[in-house]
């Protein structure tokens, strides 16, 4: 008899991360640390998470307890301080959510002109919940989908779990988006994002892609899923009461021509050593559906080229594609887990060199900048100047995509924005 597994979730700012019984055994200043970042910053953690992946051992520096507690370097000192404070002089709920907003604010919620320049509109104005950046692909944030089964402390897109309306990006009705999708035939791929898309149920989900099945919709030849619940709860697809009818939706996507790309996020060899993730994996796989695996290098997690290389063999080894590492962006935390550009293009190129031909299938070192993703693809010195070798993945613009430029090389850089064209010139793509 298998046993059904039941999740357990703790978050701010409702229950007390501090108060966990692992996390009671901590250094009390650790302990002040998570009380005061969660008051600002959302986080969120699972039984799975605590049991299976962190090793408690070697906490506070364990990379899963880093990746998914918080620390105080996540928040800039003065922000510390003045929420340490009002902690200390007993501020209620109220009053801590008044004072928090607006330095919510400045930690740059929604990066790379998000909400200015990637949302369309339809004859009813501006389509919530929905992203247009590039030309091939659009995003939808199903209202439903927007939280996660755990947070990573690096989240890009923290502004939606907390509680602030104007933040947060969900679709209002699933009409407007399949109305979009109709009229818009240079759509071939839709991703369903969040947050968490594999947090709904089965049935909810289906409303997201079933009508993709219908007439009109032969242009959409590709659905994706972004997810991290394979790394955080992959008894989604195994247990779950409604996990075989989520697969039996896969199956049914891949049987009427759809690809199916399920993007799981898995930012650590150590989420994938438990037989509940290799078990998921198979299931999946079993489905026709391809798994991609995506994350961003930081600092304190994975910010090492072994790190990398173990797991993108291991993720070759169970049959999953590696599809990006990532530049951490610059929202939220990015001053904590950030690592300077040249760091990064050293250890991807580290990490690459000791991997076979199957396993170099990951890009990067990549930065989703507001133009489009950009990959660095090097340092090199060009007429007696170093540089930065760089290239547009995809853009807004698509006569910019795979065109190589050079920036200037700056050791303090740490995304797109702090680079300069090289040679003087006032354009990258002059």
């Known amino acids: 008899m298998i046993t059904q597994p039941e999740q357990r979730m703790t978050s701010t700012p409702g229950s007390k991360l501090a108060d966990l019984p692992q996390v009671s055994r901590l250094a009390p200043e650790l302990r002040r640390d998570i009380a005061v970042v969660s008051a600002v910053l959302p986080f969120k953690v699972n039984n799975y998470v605590l049991d299976e992946l962190i090793d408690w051992s070697a906490a ?24 340490a404070a009002m902690l200390d002089a007993g501020a209620n709920r109220a009053e801590l959510r008044a004072a928090v907003a607006p330095l919510r604010k400045d930690l740059n919620p929604h990066p790379g002109d998000q909400m200015e320049k990637n949302v369309p509109g339809d004859e009813e104005g501006q389509l919530s919940g929905v992203q247009h950046k590039y030309r091939e692909t659009a995003l939808v944030f199903p209202a439903n989908g927007q939280t996660c089964h755990s947070y990573c402390g690096y989240c890009f897109r923290w502004a939606q779990f907390v509680g602030i309306s104007e933040l947060k990006q969900q679709v209002d009705r699933p009409e407007r988006v399949f109305g979009y999708l109709r009229g818009h035939h ?21 409303r997201y892609v079933e009508p993709l099945l219908e007439p009109g919709f032969e242009h959409v030849r590709n659905v994706r899923f972004g997810t991290k619940a394979l790394s955080y709860w992959p008894y989604r697809f195994t247990t779950d009461p409604d996990a075989d009818d989520l ?6 996507l891949v049987a009427q021509g ?37 994350a961003p290098i930081v600092k304190h997690v994975n910010d090492n080229a072994d790190a990398w290389a173990r797991m993108w063999r291991e993720l070759v080894r169970l049959g999953v594609v590696p599809y990006y590492m990532f530049v951490e962006r ?3 935390a990015r001053d904590y887990f950030a690592l300077p550009l040249h760091q990064v293009v050293d250890i991807y190129r580290e990490a690459i060199s000791q991997v076979s031909g199957l396993e170099r299938t ?18 090199t010195e060009v007429g007696g100047e170093k540089v ?3 290239r547009f993945l995809q853009a807004r613009d698509p006569n910019r995509v795979n065109r190589p430029f050079f920036a200037a090389y700056d050791e ?14 006032p354009d990258f793509l002059e």
């Open 60 to 83: 506070p520096d364990d990379p899963i307890f880093r990746l998914t507690f918080p620390h105080r370097d996540m928040l800039p000192d003065s922000m510390y301080q003045h929420v």
């Open 186 to 206: 240079e759509i071939s791929d839709v991703l369903l994002t969040g947050g968490d898309p594999m947090i709904m149920k089965t049935e909810l989900l289906a």
């Open 247 to 252: 697969l039996r939706l896969f199956e049914r």
């Open 258 to 294: 759809k690809h199916v790309a399920v993007m799981a996020h898995f930012s650590h060899p150590q989420e994938l050593r438990t037989d509940a993730v290799k078990q998921a994996v198979r299931r999946i796989k079993d489905t026709g559906a391809v798994i991609r695996a995506q």
């Open 330 to 332: 610059d929202t939220g």
């Open 362 to 379: 990951a890009r990067g070192p990549v930065m989703s900048a507001s133009p489009g993703k950009v990959v660095l693809d090097g340092v």
């Open 388 to 390: 930065f070798v760089c």
């Open 412 to 425: 303090q850089a740490l995304w797109f924005d702090d680079l300069k064209p090289a040679f003087g010139r």
